[in-house]
């Protein structure tokens, strides 16, 4: 009992910590963001590496953390003068092409016998992990800043209801899908891979969500149309939901029960950030291209 109610505290300490850094890092400014995101990355990343390793596939990890860093400093000079923005980038780009394709070469070097794994390991791991992160960072801008990829952003404005927006959005959909799940779950949504998830817990959850997405629109003064949270809110149930399944498989491939340890009681970057991890490229697409 006593050892029960120790990892309790423990777990409602280390979930406390992690919202109040999460929130008050969004909400400060613009730099507090951007940096706590690409901390966030760049670990994660370290984590699919070493959870990719216990199936003895060794991925080129100071390549793929060096070509993380550059694919997330990508752009990060925006809020500046056009010109010098463009040509950062370029720099950015011409240093990141020729790693890429160093991990081709140098792989011949590392006298492995799973040479083929060992690369699409490490090019996955940045594209699954730091390249999500990166969008879900480019996110809280005007819709003029989002449809200009050219550097060009005069009148750019750190909209950091945004991301809060889709953090509380994210939260809501795991913790509907629990309540009514575990109240009225019966049938498994995906017994294979989590065989605690039904589709009740999920359809619930989706609705729920939907209807905090109108409380959100209503609440949160930013230049989306409450069109678009209900359409955030649906990439969210859906496609949140499969992101958490895809980090339940990996675990279950390498026979980990969590991908770190950073969270006490609460396991690594990738077990908090499965769900947004999906849905960051398609919501970041949809605010593009409707924008």
């Given at each position: 009992?006593?050892?029960?109610?120790?990892?309790?505290?423990?777990?409602?300490?280390?979930?406390?910590?992690?919202?109040?850094?999460?929130?008050?890092?969004?909400?400060?400014?613009?730099?507090?963001?951007?940096?706590?995101?690409?901390?966030?990355?760049?670990?994660?990343?370290?984590?699919?590496?070493?959870?990719?390793?216990k199936n003895k596939v060794r991925p080129n990890k100071p390549l793929g953390v060096l070509a993380g860093i550059l694919i997330y400093s990508w752009d990060l000079v925006r809020f500046n003068d056009s010109i010098f923005s463009s040509f950062i980038n370029l720099k950015v780009l011409c240093l990141l092409l020729?790693?890429?394709f160093l991990i081709f070469i140098l792989e011949l070097y590392r006298k492995s016998e799973t040479p083929f794994l060992n690369i699409a390991a490490t090019v996955i791991g940045f594209l699954y992990v730091v390249l999500p992160?990166?969008?879900?960072?480019?996110?809280?801008?005007?819709?003029?800043?989002?449809i200009d990829i050219s550097g060009a952003t005069p009148d750019f404005v750190y909209a950091w209801q945004i991301p809060l927006g889709i953090i509380l959005l994210i939260w809501s959909n795991d913790t509907f899908a629990y309540l009514v799940g575990s109240s009225i779950g019966k049938h498994k949504l995906f017994e294979r891979i989590s065989p605690g998830k039904t589709w009740e817990g999920s359809i619930g959850g989706g609705i729920l969500t939907i209807g905090a997405a109108f409380l959100i629109s209503s609440k949160i003064n930013t230049s989306l149309s409450t069109l678009d949270w209900l359409v955030i809110a649906s990439i969210i149930a859906i496609i949140g939901t499969m992101g958490d399944l895809i980090e339940s498989m990996l675990k279950r491939s390498t026979g980990v029960k969590?991908?770190?340890?950073?969270?006490?009681?609460?396991?690594?970057?990738?077990?908090?950030f499965d769900s947004l991890i999906l849905a960051s490229p398609f919501i970041f697409s949809y605010l593009y291209l409707t924008h």
């Open positions: 009992m006593a050892l029960n109610l120790k990892n309790l505290s423990t777990r409602t300490l280390s979930a406390v910590v992690f919202v109040v850094v999460l929130v008050s890092c969004i909400c400060w400014n613009v730099y507090s963001f951007t940096t706590l995101f690409f901390i966030l990355s760049i670990w994660g990343l370290l984590e699919f590496y070493r959870l990719i390793e020729p790693i890429v992160f990166k969008l879900f960072s480019s996110i809280p801008v005007e819709p003029k800043t989002i969590d991908s770190g340890s950073i969270m006490p009681g609460h396991g690594g970057i990738l077990d908090r």
